[in-house]
């Protein structure tokens, strides 16, 4: 025969509290044994409490209702398994990004503004192949990371030659609006097909005032500063988009250290006052 408990002994044994009980049993995740059809009274089975537990547990990791609810309801071990794994893995990413934005952080508390050295340099026109795109400003990085890969997939095997590094474009929109137009870039030699998504795009001349970024893009808005504050000084800047140039990247190496990104700003003179 089976040991019913009270909510209340039932919460103290789990280390959820009523309130918590009574709303998964409203959602349906976990229900009592018996609910007293006059009092409204809930009871739950002893053999309910390594269940109750698993559920405390998973919502300490984050998870939301809808996922303790696959895992509850997992057919198999397998399953169970493997849907606590992707969870898991985007723990990992986003501690990953939290780690990256506390060491930006503390750059920004800790460091002087870095001294940069500007160059003034003419690029184009130039024969590329682009994706492009309008996109919110929170989701414009994981855009670019899968529009480049497909780019340079379009590109390996096709025939045609590589002209630089990969770059991309970054309309004023998208940076003051929080909406706008990007485009992902891969220089090339000569005129090139369309494949898909991937068109020939030929990019114009433009003068820009560039600073190199090295290391990671978490904090490449300190680069963007120091740079605009030197364009705004000259009064050089002009409408266009910003490019960015990776001459050395995550495609060319993990170590973040090594990274490499040409900051290019548009102007209208390619030396500066004296």
């Known amino acids: ?159 045609i030659r590589r002209a630089g590094p990969d770059a991309a474009l970054y309309a004023s929109e998208l940076l003051e609006d929080e909406f706008g137009e990007i485009t992902a870039v891969i220089p090339v030699e000569g005129a090139a097909g369309a494949a898909g998504r991937i068109e020939a795009l030929q990019l114009p001349l433009v003068e820009y005032a560039i600073v190199v970024h090295a290391g990671s893009v978490d904090d490449i808005d300190r680069s963007y500063a120091a740079l605009g504050a030197v364009v705004a000084e000259r009064a050089i800047g002009v409408q266009g988009p910003i490019r960015e140039s990776y001459v050395v990247s995550a495609f060319d190496t993990p170590d973040e250290t090594e990274h490499r990104t040409e900051v290019c700003w548009p102007v209208f003179q390619t030396t500066p006052a004296a």
């Open 1 to 159: 025969m089976s040991t019913l408990l009270s909510i209340g002994d039932f919460s103290r044994m789990t280390f959820l509290s009523v309130k918590a009980l009574r709303h998964y049993h409203e959602v349906g995740l976990l229900a009592p044994a018996e609910v007293d059809p006059d009092s409204g009274y809930r009871r739950y089975d002893v053999g309910q409490v390594p269940t109750a537990q698993v559920i405390r547990r998973l919502r300490e990791l984050g998870m939301s209702l809808d996922e303790v609810r696959v895992v509850i309801d997992a057919p198999d071990i397998g399953s169970r398994n493997a849907a606590i794994g992707e969870h898991l893995r985007r723990m990992e990413v986003e501690l990953e990004r939290t780690q990256s934005t506390v060491r930006s952080l503390r750059m920004l508390l800790d460091e002087a503004p870095p001294t940069i050295a500007v160059q003034y340099r003419t690029i184009g026109p130039m024969d590329t192949l682009a994706i492009h795109d309008e996109v919110a400003n929170a989701d414009m990085f994981e855009w670019l990371d899968a529009a480049l890969l497909e780019l340079r997939s379009g590109l390996d095997g096709s025939g």
